[in-house]
């Protein structure tokens, strides 16, 4: 009996302590701007629906958006954008998979920014690939803010560009994150 | 010189056939122009006025995705979908963005409705356990992988007056 209560107990305690290494937001801000320098319209759009998922104590960190909650000024550019360039219907989820590989130098307990670097992979219109860059952690107020900027090539996720608009729709985008999480209760 | 006359007219004619022939031409460019412009230029639906495509209570929708997400994507996701429920919190994040969940308070799903900028005080007036109708469009579902339960997404919601 005394056993059990403290297998009970420890997984408890177990549990807990695993549960405040996590920290997560659903409604996470990204970011992309396809703009050609060129091209006199912007071509730009923001989700803030994003899942991101943050643990601490190994590094681990996971993105997942919807294609389609991404906004665009114009409804034909947001429409085109759905069912001619990532084809949402069929593929309508990106997601990152990957790990802050300097996470020991980020002091979770203490406020204040730190850079850190992330590495792994990025899944959208049904390709994967490998996506390294630098961001920072500003850990304030037990929360975290995680921002971090990266460029994508469209050909590598096979997004194809029509000549038409290639004076309009930059061959890179940028990806802007800008995630505040909160400790996973 | 009869003759040489009905010529004369029927070449008169003609130039004025073109003449017409011109004009429509030229009307029918300037509304494809004016099409295009309207068209280029079109703004994302306002979602007050919009009518809803389906109009269901929260369970039903949660039950559906539950079951079938592709089934159910496929069905409802860019689509206005008004939903009746229950608030079971409002977020609001520090650049104003709000965020009404619906759902059942002791299950991890629910259905996330990011508020439009315009119904940011109206949503921050609402109160836990109330119910209500929100309006927005659906994008899609999140499954429960990252252990947070599973939502669903509405987008650029509005409250619907009772």
């Known amino acids: 009996m005394k056993t059990i209560l403290i297998v009970i107990c420890a997984t408890l305690l177990a549990t807990i302590t695993n549960a405040q290494d996590k920290y997560f937001t659903k409604s996470g801000k990204i970011y992309f701007d396809a703009t050609s320098p060129k091209s006199p319209e912007n071509v730009n759009a923001i989700t803030k629906t994003a899942v991101c998922v943050l643990d601490t104590k190994t590094g681990n960190l996971q993105f997942s958006l919807l294609m389609k909650s991404f906004e665009f000024e114009r409804a034909l550019m947001q429409e085109h954008f759905n069912e001619n360039y990532v084809e949402s219907n069929k593929f309508p989820k990106a997601e990152f998979k990957g790990t802050i590989t300097n996470n020991s130098n980020v002091n979770y307990a203490k406020d204040g920014v730190y850079n850190v670097k992330v590495s792994g992979n990025l899944t959208m219109h049904g390709e994967t690939k490998t996506v390294e860059t630098s961001g920072t952690v500003t850990v304030k107020n037990g929360k975290l803010i995680a921002v971090a900027e990266f460029a994508v090539t469209l050909a590598d996720y096979k997004i194809t560009v029509p000549q038409l608009v290639a004076d309009k729709v930059a061959k890179t985008a940028t990806i802007k994150v800008d995630c505040t999480l909160d400790v996973l209760k | ?162």
Request: contains cysteine; hydrophobic residues 40%.
């Open chain 2, 1 to 162: 010189m009869q003759e040489h006359q009905t010529i004369k007219q029927m070449q008169m004619k003609k130039k004025s056939i073109i003449r017409y022939v011109m004009l429509l031409l030229l009307v029918l460019a300037a509304a494809l122009a004016f099409y295009m412009y309207k068209e280029f230029n079109r703004k994302p639906k306002n979602l007050s006025a919009a009518t809803a495509d389906f109009t269901l209570q929260e369970q039903q929708l949660l039950n559906e995705f539950a079951a079938d997400e592709k089934t159910a994507t496929a069905k409802y996701s860019g689509k206005v979908i008004a939903v009746t429920g229950t608030v079971k919190a409002v977020e609001t994040d520090d650049t104003g963005n709000s965020t009404v969940i619906l759902g059942n308070s002791s299950s991890m799903s629910s259905i996330r409705c990011s508020a439009d900028s315009l119904e940011t005080q109206a949503v921050a007036a609402l109160k836990p356990n109330s119910s209500i109708t929100i309006k927005g469009i659906c994008t899609g579902y999140n499954t429960d992988e990252l252990g947070l339960g599973a939502d669903i997404i509405l987008n650029r919601c509005v409250l619907v007056k009772q």
